[in-house]
């Protein structure tokens, strides 16, 4: 099976300086071919056959909405028997086409949680904008309006995919509270933006844009990369929460009570001690370590564990071990003892003292080759592996 290119933020918006001075967070921006390679290798009517009758997606992965209104799931599933447990949701695919046929558009949520090549495209936006991301794919029959009027809370950027789809959108307001909402036509009167999605076309929504979209004469598919807005509020909760969580001085369980002055004086000691771990802050540690927290990159993470696994099987005394990203690791060993203990990413394990040095050397950073190691060589493979399998190092390259 061919790769598939997966776009990065430049090829959707272009000048990525360009794009963050500005449109993010001010106006919709629209890019005519933006993407240069077939825009079906992201998302096709094809994949979403295949999706259908798969048997494991099921609500709320899948949802379909007729006349601006959310179909009941009980319309178009049933209980099934799977394995040894019974699920009460599983999807009928002709039920789903029946509601296609008749006006309704599917739409298919967090696309990034089961289609890799999705996953690879929501996580770099996570870390281009350092917060989640997620992908949602709609298929709306032709001459039918998906949704009713709305704004989202989050930006989304559109890739129009197959067919084409016609979009009001109206500008936003400068003062936004990030709630999304629906609209009637009525209330938004004459939009400000009229165009029309070809395939491999690009738009910008930030948040609060008020939007609609319907379909052409032919039936349309496209992907909503939907950002999550991290506004200020949100970036100083999770500053003061990295702040507090570990200074034992904010540990406490007072009694609130308006009533007790000890309570007034503890509670003005406690913001002034947070006012001055505040102050005290190294910025740019602080900055990398919001862009790093785990909420930020929630559905888009990287995985290769089973692939280490198997570098590890195949690792022999020509491989060379670093340091593996990310990984969290204590040593304790007492003097003289034959064996020590480490703490990997929360979990603990005894091994021998020989293999003890071996993690100390590459937690310094150094890159080791495993012939070059003192001791017998088949001892000295097995002690690698056994770093790689507790993913402290990966191997570099090298087998046998």
Known sequence: MASIRVPQLSDLVGDTDVFFEDYFNRKPMIRLGALKSDATELLSAEMLDELLVSDAIRPPYIAVTKSGELVHPRTYTETRRIQRDTITDAVIPTRVI???????????????????HIRQLTRGLSEAFGTRSDAVGFVTPAGRRGFKPHRDSVDVFVIQTEGTKDWLLWNPSLQRDGVADWYSLEELGEPDHRITLQPGDVLYLPFGTPHCA?????????????????????????????????????AGNPLLDPENEKFEIELRSAVEALSGKLSAVHWRDAIRNLRSMPHAGEGSTANDFFTSQ?????????????????????????????????????STYRVPRAAIDLVKRILDGETIRIDELDGAPNQNVDFARSIVRLEIAEVVGGSD
């Open 98 to 116: 029946e509601h296609f046929k008749t006006g309704a558009t599917i739409t298919w949520s967090s696309l990034n949680h089961y289609l890799p």
């Open 310 to 346: 198997m570098a590890a099987d195949s690792l022999g005394a020509s491989s060379a071990l670093r340091r593996r990203t990310g990984a969290h690791v204590s040593v304790q060993v007492d003097e003289g003892a034959s064996d020590g203990q480490l703490e990997v990413n929360g």
């Open 214 to 250: 319907s379909a052409t004469e032919t039936t349309s598919v496209h992907l909503s990369l939907m950002v999550k807005s991290r506004r200020w509020r949100d970036i100083l909760v999770d500053l003061v929460t990295e702040a507090v969580s570990s200074d034992l001085r904010f």
